[in-house]
Every structure is written in structure tokens, then in C-alpha cells.
């Protein structure tokens, strides 16, 4: 069983970390949100209302956008045209208008280049517009990826493991647009995160998970010092401040 | 109108001319070049300056500017100089320290900070500066959350602007019309290769002349394109740039990002540009790089187009006509070839196309007018501006041209070139003493040395104290032997040695990772870091041959007779480099001399400790063990 009885609420205006050890049921978790899996008992609730039956489309466009931990992007397409395909649930124009590239969707594929240059720029990447994703680095091949999920305009935003595998310098510029994301474009944002110096910096409150169960809630300063936390999650090993 | 003799006013006399109905600048945003007129950019000014005598500025006052290339920026620079001020520019680089020196020193009241990174530094000095009254910033983003009232918005101070002028309609004009030639429009810091910077006042008269004599062989139409990309706390982007935007109607084009310079001068495809010799190099070394990955069938091309090139160029030099021929060749090389590199380059549309800073190799030179690039050499300096430049159909690859017309160039007993122009500037702010050392009687102690020619062409050889001299008295350029070895695509940077106390030239070489790093996978050569490929002996002896190369060009007294590569490269953040990515030479020596007394003793290996000073301001050492190369 990869989760058991595992419950919390994301409030609003917050950033909510999940946190755990290898297996914990870190990603299952946000798998069952946003629709991949459908979990055996209980429920997702979104705005008030049960989302747990609803197909991955569905919920994406409630407004539940994620990123993935091995990087989801067509790897033959350009920045752009990623960014551009995440879209795709906000087109309303028909295949026969689309396909002609008139009247409707001559207009509303300026509004959606709009709304997708927007992103380019807040997220620095124009460099990388008419790039090949496949041939981009890894740090900003994960920026791209964050790009895609902002393209979708969502209320929420999942997060998993964005800063895995980068460098100092690329962490701390993911962090500044996590929390410019936040603050700026007000989408609460649940993250799951393996760097607990960045949790600590960013998270309003924390979530632990191991084994599937919820072991430990609370804001960063309360989790650093729970003990059922430092044993289950940390290990022996004092748990490091920075 | 009279004459114009202040920036401002020509400005004032273009929005005349044109108005509406002419682009004056572009600027990509989101993607799209998004256009202003001459009206759009005029009342910019306009309302700016008013803001700024709105919030307190005086005439004589000094407005620090720091920030990337946009439109703002010359608004920013012309509002300060239309109330009479002066403005101050810093490297985007720079770091709180180097901010607050610059804005300290020149007594700035305020300070335009393009965005967030920028007031992030001004407020961390905040207590250090407190003459400074406001902060202006052109790039909200993610300042929104700063409940911080020094600072304020480009569009606040232009709406005090507009609010003033419907309280004292013609005051704009008034201060416009107040300006005079010789009042200092900007105030310069110099890169400091030596010292602390120093401030160069460059009055308006002094940019103008710039102008005059940067175009005078050379004239620039309103129809032409510019892309705006060299720094600003340069003084050559505001001659070529700025003067010449205002004084000749050309469009100025910002581009997107410092980052994506490379495809918006493809876009643009400017008429005119100016890149340091150090970018030429790297152009040049990256197309050689980019040929040796391409196709088989382009690279088969290229290898038989570039003597064909080398040819063409050749003859125009010696101003001899190809033969029929020859020339249908060139014709059919350059359609297959070179104009789809320049395009590449975005060179197409190039008319003149500057190097400016260190000697550029002549190699470099000549590999770009086979190409079909008329590269020329200009040769100036912060406080005289131009000094001298290649003119169409007299130019000679080994020299930096003639005087520009209006400049007298002298070379004093000790070889020192020594310039007299209009264009000589009003002293360093805050020094008269070294004022008085680098000025006598108008004429401007460049510190280079060199020589005239015959036929009045100068040769430029190096700093006067650069020159250096063997324990055998012979004397040498080490900075001519560093652009030969940089030539090659496998060495980025390189310091070449020697002495009275010398028997020999040796060398410090850093290879180019990306492009050594390269030529070793493609012979399955395996590394890890930059220490570890710097120590191959594979590598040292790519670099030998290309060490050889040029020792084979050189007298015997000067040629390279032993060198290191160095584990890591020159990097400004450790001050080996200036912010310009000059050489600090003696700073450079100093840290690195067990390393030079190791060549000189004759070791064969020495273990290096060295400092490293990381981003965040953090120091360690690092160990490596580097061999010693041996050309004998």
C-alpha cells in the first residue's frame, strides 16, 4: 500500500511542502491529486468539491497544474511550442478553424503567444524560446517545465522535486521564482522537496510522510525539532541547520 | 535652430524633424520589436527631467545609471543631461562595493537602478550613500513586495513630470536651452586596469566631436540600424551609440536580453557595430569551432571558400584588382558561403565594423575581410575619445589607422602617443593631481606606446609600462604574443612573461574549455573537470603546436620558450580580469608566481595552492600539481 490514511488540507495562500524518505509515497500522493491515480478509499477535494473520480484533464482544467520529477516536456518541440501545447485546454476554437488559422483562432492564438511570452519573460528564458527543449540543459529544461504548468493558468500549482539535481546557483534561482510565483501571481503551490535547506526557506508549513502516513505536520521550525521527524526522516544524523 | 552643441538639443532638433512619423528606438519585448518615435522618446525626456528637477535635482548635480541596454537608459541619460546634470554609469557586474564606490565618488543625488538586482545592491549600501535621494527603477518585476519609499518607478517620476509641466510650461525647453558645449554630460568611469577607477568628466562638446570624427570618413544615415549591446559605463557605446542616435537620426535597437544579443543581431542586422577585440576573437574562433561540427559537404565548402576569401582580401589590401576570374570565384564563393555566415553573424548589412580595445591579432582581421567584413581598427580612449581609425581604401591591417581629422597625434621620447582634439575631456572628477599628469597643454598622455609610420599611419604597440624587457635588453610586446597565441580556438586567455631579471618569454596559458573540451571527446580523450583536461598530456601538446605556430612569427628573442596551463581561468570575479575582460597583468603575475618562478628555474612540475573567492564572497584553496612545457 503506497498511502494509508494520509490527511491534510492545503489552505489558501500558502506553500506547503511534503517532505519524507525514498518511498514514502511522496509522488503517489501527487498523483492521486491531479487524477493519475485513483486512490482505493477516500477522497480529493478541490475548492470544496470531490475531484477523486475526475480523469487528469478534468482536473487540470479546475485549475491543477503540475511539474514532474523526470522532466515531461516533447523534447522535439521548441520552448515555445511546449508552452504554447499546455494551452491547449484554454483554446476554444474549433479543428476546421484552427486548421485554416482564421478568424477565431487567428485571434486567440495571439491572445495564447500573450499570455506564453508573459511566462517566457517572467521566467528568463527567452533565450531559450526557439530552442529545442531536448537540447537545453537540465536546470533550465526544468524551468521550461514550470513554464508549461504556469501556461495552463492555474489556482494550484504541484511541484515535484524542481530543484532535483541542480546546482547552488541553479536552486537558489528556482526558489526566487517559486516564491515570485507565489507572491505575485497568488497560486498556492504544494511542493515536494528532497533539499531541506530550501524547504525551510520557502515552505509555510510542512507535511512529513513515511510509509505512506502522515507522521508529522507543521510550520518548518516545528518539524525541524519534532523528534518522530528527525527519527524517521533524517536518520541518526542531526538534522543539518543551512 | 542654431547649431546644436549639447545631446539634449539635438534630440530636441530630431523630435523636430521627424515627430511621429519616424521610429526612433526599438526594443523586443515579449518577443515582438515593439517601436517608439521620435515623439514617443521625446516627451520621455521630457516628463523624466522634469520629475527629476521635480524631486530636487540641480543643475551641476551627478545621476548614477546602472543597468542593461534599454531604451530607458538613454531616456534616463538624456533627462539628466537636458536639466544640466551629469551622469555616471556602472557595470551591470559590479558588486555593492564597486557600486558604492562609483556612486560615492561621484557625489550622485540619484541613482537609476534598472530592477530588482540592482536595487537589491543600492540597498545594501544605503547607509553608505547618503547623499543619494531617490532610486529609480524600469523593471518592477518582483519589486512589487517593497514597502521601500527611496525607491520609486521610472513612470512615477515621468507622471511628476507631466504634472510639473502643466505647472511651468516651457521649463523643459529653458533647461535645454541653458546647456553649453562644455558642460561635462557624462562622467566615465575608467576600468581601473591599474587602480581605483577614475572618473573622466566627457563634456557634450567632447561627444559631439567624438561623432564628428568617428563619422566623418564614415557617415550614418536615419535610415540605418543599430543594435545597442556594449556597455554603457563605456564611453563608446554613447559616442556611437547615443551621439550618433541623436546627432544623425539612426534607429537604436535594445535587444531582449544581454543573453540573447546573439539572435537579435541576427534580426537587426545593424549597419554599423563595434566589438571589442576580445569578441572579434571569440567570433572568429567560434565559427572555426561551429565549421569543424557542421555537415561534411558545408565543411568541404568552407575549406574551399576561405582561400579564395584570404585572397580576395589580400589583393584589396595591396589595392589591386582580381583578375575576371578571380573575381567570378569570389562571386560564387561568397554566395555559397560567406553571405550565409555573415547572415549567421548578422553581418549582412554591415558597413563598418569596429574593434576597439586590446591589438586585434591580424589574423583575426584578415579571416573576417575574407568573409567580407570591412573590418577596421579604431583606436580611442575614454578621455580623447577617438584618437585614430582606419579610413576606407587605407587600410593597413598591421596599424590603427590616421588621426581622425581634427586630431593632432604625437609620440614623445619615450614612445608614448600623446593626443590633442576637441575631444580631449575636462579632467578626472575628484583628481586633479592625476589630472595634471595626463594633461599637458591640451595634449592627453594616452599611456600607449607606439609609433608613426612614414605615412602617417600610427602602430600600436601596447601600455607604455607593458613593454617588456629580456635580461639581454631586447624589448617586446607581451600583449602582441598574447592575441597571436589567442588566435587559436583552444586558448582562451593567456599572459605572456619575461623581464629584466629574464632570460626568456614564457607563458601562462588558460585553454578554452568548451572548445578543448570538445576536441577531446572527439578523440575519446576522457576528463572530468577543468583541472583535469587543463593537465593532460594530450592537451599540452595540442597547445605546444600552436605555441610553435607562433613562435615561428616572432624574432628570436621574443618567442615563447616555456609554458603552463593554468587549472582554472582568468575570472573578473577574482579580479585577474577587469569588468572589460582586460588582463591585470601585475595582479595577475603576483598570484600566480610560483608558477612563473617554477618556468624560470627550470622545475618541471609545481604544486599550485590557490584562492578561491566564490560568488557569495566565501574564500578556500584548491591544490593541483601543473607541468611545465618546455619548447627547446
Not at chain 1, 4 to 9: K, N, W, Y
Not at chain 2, 195 to 217: C, D, E, R, S, W
Not at chain 2, 360 to 384: C, D, H, M, W
Not at chain 2, 537 to 556: C, F, G, T
Request: proline fraction near 5%; aromatic fraction near 10%.
Amino acid at each position: 500500500m503506497a498511502l494509508a490514511g494520509v490527511s491534510f488540507r492545503v489552505k489558501a495562500g500558502e506553500i506547503l511542502a511534503v517532505i519524507g524518505p525514498n518511498g514514502a509515497g511522496k509522488t503517489s500522493l501527487l498523483n492521486c491529486i491531479n487524477g493519475f491515480y485513483r486512490p482505493q478509499k477516500g477522497a480529493v477535494f478541490f475548492e470544496g468539491r470531490p475531484i477523486t473520480d475526475l480523469p487528469p484533464h478534468r482536473i487540470a482544467r479546475l485549475g491543477i497544474a503540475r511539474t514532474f520529477q523526470n522532466i515531461e516536456l516533447f523534447t522535439g518541440m521548441t520552448t515555445l511550442d511546449n508552452l504554447l501545447a499546455a494551452r491547449h485546454i484554454h483554446f476554444r476554437s474549433g479543428f476546421l478553424a484552427g486548421a485554416l488559422y482564421f478568424g477565431r483562432a487567428h485571434a486567440e492564438e495571439i491572445v495564447h503567444r500573450q499570455v506564453v511570452e508573459e511566462i517566457i519573460d517572467f521566467l528568463e528564458i527567452e533565450a531559450q524560446r526557439k530552442k529545442v527543449v531536448g537540447a537545453l540543459p537540465y536546470g533550465l529544461r526544468k524551468r521550461v517545465e514550470l513554464g508549461r504548468a504556469l501556461a495552463l493558468e492555474p489556482k494550484f500549482l504541484l511541484l515535484d522535486e524542481p530543484m532535483a539535481g541542480m546546482n547552488v546557483e541553479e536552486k537558489e534561482d528556482m526558489a526566487r521564482f517559486i516564491l515570485d510565483i507565489y507572491e505575485e501571481k497568488k497560486i498556492h503551490i504544494l511542493l515536494i522537496e528532497h533539499d531541506m535547506g530550501v524547504v525551510m526557506d520557502i515552505a509555510d508549513r510542512v507535511v512529513v510522510l513515511d510509509f505512506g502516513q502522515v507522521i508529522a505536520q507543521g510550520t518548518p521550525e516545528e518539524i525541524k525539532h519534532d523528534p518522530r521527524v528527525i527519527k524517521a526522516y533524517l536518520g541518526q544524523a542531526e538534522m543539518r541547520e543551512n | 535652430m542654431a547649431q546644436a552643441d549639447t545631446l539634449p538639443k539635438y534630440l530636441v532638433q530630431s523630435y523636430q524633424k521627424h515627430g511621429n512619423q519616424k521610429v526612433a528606438m526599438r526594443k523586443k519585448e515579449l518577443g515582438i520589436w515593439r517601436e517608439f518615435t521620435w515623439k514617443d522618446s521625446y516627451e520621455q525626456v521630457k516628463y523624466l527631467a522634469l520629475g527629476l528637477v521635480g524631486l530636487g535635482l540641480q543643475r551641476g548635480d551627478k545621476v548614477a545609471i546602472i543597468g542593461d541596454n534599454d531604451p530607458q537608459y538613454y531616456w534616463a541619460e538624456l533627462a539628466v543631461q537636458a536639466a544640466g546634470a551629469a551622469a555616471a554609469g556602472i557595470f551591470t557586474d559590479c558588486v555593492p562595493r564597486e557600486v558604492k564606490y562609483i556612486v560615492e565618488h561621484s557625489d550622485s543625488t540619484f541613482v537609476f537602478a534598472k530592477d530588482q538586482e540592482q536595487c537589491d545592491k543600492l540597498l545594501a549600501i544605503r547607509d553608505q550613500v547618503p547623499k543619494v535621494e531617490k532610486v529609480i527603477h524600469w523593471d518592477p518585476k518582483g519589486l512589487g513586495g517593497y514597502d521601500e519609499p527611496w525607491l520609486l518607478g521610472f513612470d512615477q517620476v515621468v507622471a511628476l513630470g507631466r504634472e510639473l509641466e502643466t505647472a511651468r510650461p516651457g521649463l523643459f525647453q529653458e533647461m535645454v536651452a541653458q546647456g553649453k558645449a562644455q558642460e561635462v554630460g557624462i562622467i566615465c568611469y575608467t576600468s581601473g586596469t591599474t587602480a581605483l577607477p577614475k572618473g573622466a568628466m566627457v563634456t557634450h562638446g567632447n561627444l559631439i566631436f567624438g561623432y564628428q570624427a568617428a563619422t566623418a570618413a564614415d557617415p550614418r544615415y536615419d535610415t540605418d540600424d543599430y543594435l545597442s549591446f556594449l556597455p554603457l559605463a563605456w564611453i563608446t557605446e554613447h559616442v556611437l551609440g547615443l551621439a550618433v542616435h541623436v546627432i544623425s537620426g539612426m534607429v537604436v535597437n535594445f535587444p531582449e536580453e544581454p543573453e540573447t544579443i546573439q539572435t537579435d543581431l541576427r534580426e537587426i542586422a545593424p549597419c554599423s557595430l563595434l566589438f571589442s577585440s576580445r569578441l572579434w576573437e571569440n567570433v572568429a574562433s567560434t565559427v572555426q569551432v561551429r565549421m569543424n561540427d557542421s555537415s561534411p559537404l558545408k565543411r568541404a565548402l568552407y575549406r574551399l571558400a576561405l582561400p579564395i576569401g584570404h585572397r580576395a582580401a589580400d589583393l584589396r589590401f595591396q589595392r589591386k584588382e582580381p583578375n575576371p576570374f578571380w573575381r567570378a570565384l569570389h562571386a560564387v564563393a561568397d554566395l555559397a558561403v560567406f553571405r550565409p555566415l555573415r547572415d549567421k553573424l548578422g553581418l549582412v548589412k554591415v558597413r563598418s565594423a569596429y574593434t576597439s580595445g586590446a591589438a586585434l591579432s591580424p589574423e583575426v582581421v584578415r579571416f573576417f575581410r575574407a568573409l567580407g567584413v570591412n573590418l577596421k581598427q579604431i583606436y580611442g580612449s575614454t578621455e580623447a575619445i577617438v584618437h585614430t581609425l582606419h579610413q576606407e581604401g587605407d587600410i593597413r591591417m598591421e596599424t590603427v589607422g590616421r588621426p581622425a581629422p581634427g586630431v593632432e597625434v604625437r609620440v614623445a621620447e619615450d614612445g608614448e602617443i600623446l593626443v590633442r582634439s576637441p575631444g580631449v575631456f575636462a579632467g578626472y572628477y575628484h583628481d586633479p593631481i592625476t589630472t595634471a599628469e595626463k594633461l599637458e597643454d591640451g595634449w592627453f598622455h594616452t599611456g600607449d606606446a607606439g609609433y608613426l609610420t612614414q605615412d602617417g599611419h600610427l602602430i600600436y604597440l601596447d601600455r607604455v609600462k607593458d613593454l617588456l624587457e629580456l635580461a639581454d635588453g631586447a624589448r617586446f610586446s607581451p600583449q602582441y604574443i598574447e592575441g597571436r597565441l589567442k588566435f587559436s580556438p583552444y586558448i582562451k586567455d593567456t599572459i605572456v612573461l619575461g623581464g629584466k631579471e629574464r632570460a626568456f618569454v614564457a607563458a601562462i596559458v588558460n585553454i578554452d574549455f568548451e572548445n578543448v573540451g570538445k576536441w577531446a571527446e572527439n578523440r575519446r580523450l576522457p576528463y572530468t573537470t577543468f583541472v583535469d583536461l587543463s593537465q593532460k598530456p594530450e592537451v599540452y601538446d595540442l597547445i605546444r603546436r600552436d605555441v610553435e605556430r607562433v613562435n615561428v612569427a616572432l624574432p628570436a628573442a621574443a618567442r615563447v620558450r616555456k609554458f603552463v596551463l593554468l587549472h582554472k581561468e582568468f575570472d573578473p570575479d577574482e579580479a585577474e580580469l577587469t569588468r572589460t575582460r582586460k588582463l591585470r597583468r601585475a595582479f595577475v603575475e603576483e598570484r600566480y608566481r610560483d608558477l612563473v618562478e617554477a618556468m624560470y628555474c627550470g622545475l618541471d612540475q609545481v604544486i599550485v595552492r590557490a584562492e578561491v573567492r566564490y560568488r557569495d564572497g566565501r574564500t578556500g584553496t584548491v591544490e593541483t600539481p601543473i607541468k611545465v612545457c618546455s619548447l627547446d
